[in-house]
């Protein structure tokens, strides 16, 4: 599916999502805090996670197409305990990734764990998905010191978009009975996921009121984009969107483990 944002302002916000993770991460009482969302890490797990992560990834897009899975860190440099230091560490992180980003360019191919999804092995595809891991994570931290802040329409938008294609398509068979899956984002934009032996794919369909789609889907999801977004990445229950049609099917697709 094609992209909201060219390359340049996808490195642009990688930029301003990390900046606003930074901020949260300064903002809390201490780095012991528990993430309520990822309950089994503090902020200081989270931190390093994510810049672990990211020179991870800066290695990887630096190594070109024929590297032949996720690089380790060049640099080995472990996170730091002091706060300063820690979000120093973190910036030098984010630098990484976008040094390595600019250097390839949106064109050069990359190794990405999604070869059999939508989304092209590309390092502009990883440019897209870096942006909402660092989204995602930056809600994390804002709800942390009870400050999340929703994302833009446009951005969450294509959020919805970038991880129904990377994320919820494969050629893996679908093991269950062939079925179809609507997204509605009240924004308008809609999605359409087909699951079947062949496996998982996902389309744009045009925007109809519920009830009024002459195709017939056996459930759909609507909300926000941005509560769409949360919602796929198990950020909020799947049930804080409004449902209709088979309800089972969301739980089949959250246990669903393609080959």
């Known amino acids: 599916m094609e992209n909201t944002f060219e390359f340049p302002e996808l490195l642009r916000l990688i930029d301003e999502r990390s900046t606003a993770f ?3 991460v300064a903002a809390a009482p ?6 309520p969302t990822c309950p089994e890490w503090t902020l200081f797990d989270l931190v390093r996670h994510m810049g672990e992560g990211r020179r991870s990834w800066a290695a990887t897009i630096a190594a070109g197409p024929a590297a032949p899975g996720k690089c380790a860190p060049r640099d080995a ?3 730091p305990r002091e706060r300063e230091a820690l979000l120093a560490w973190w910036s030098a992180s984010t630098q990484q990734l976008q040094d390595a980003l600019r250097e390839a360019g949106p064109d050069r191919g990359c190794w990405t764990w999604w070869a059999t999804s939508q989304s092209p092995q590309t390092c502009g595809a990883v440019a897209r998905h870096q942006l909402y891991e660092i989204a995602l994570h930056t809600y994390d ?3 942390t010191v009870g400050a999340p802040q929703p994302l833009p329409d446009d951005v969450a938008l294509d959020g919805v978009d970038e991880f129904l294609s990377t994320c919820c398509t494969t050629t893996g068979p ?3 009975r062939p079925a179809t899956v609507d997204y509605h984002a009240t924004e308008g934009r809609s999605w359409r996921q ?4 062949d496996g998982a794919r996902v389309t744009r369909i045009p925007v109809t009121a519920a009830g009024e789609d002459p195709d017939a889907v056996d459930a ?3 909300g926000t984009a941005y509560e769409l977004l949360l919602t796929l990445y198990g950020r909020v229950p799947v049930d804080s969107l409004k449902l209709e049609g088979d309800r089972h099917l969301f739980d089949l697709l959250e246990a ?4």
């Not at 087909?194 to 032996?197: G, W």
């Not at 669903?256 to 080959?259: K, N, Q, S």
Request: glycine share 0%; charged share 20%.
């Open 174 to 176: 679908w093991p269950h």
């Open 77 to 79: 440099e472990p996170a």
């Open 256 to 259: 669903w483990e393609p080959e």
């Open 22 to 24: 930074r901020a949260a």
């Open 141 to 143: 931290a804002q709800i």
């Open 220 to 222: 759909s999801a609507r």
């Open 30 to 35: 201490n780095l012991d805090a528990q993430v």
């Open 194 to 197: 087909s699951l079947s032996a």
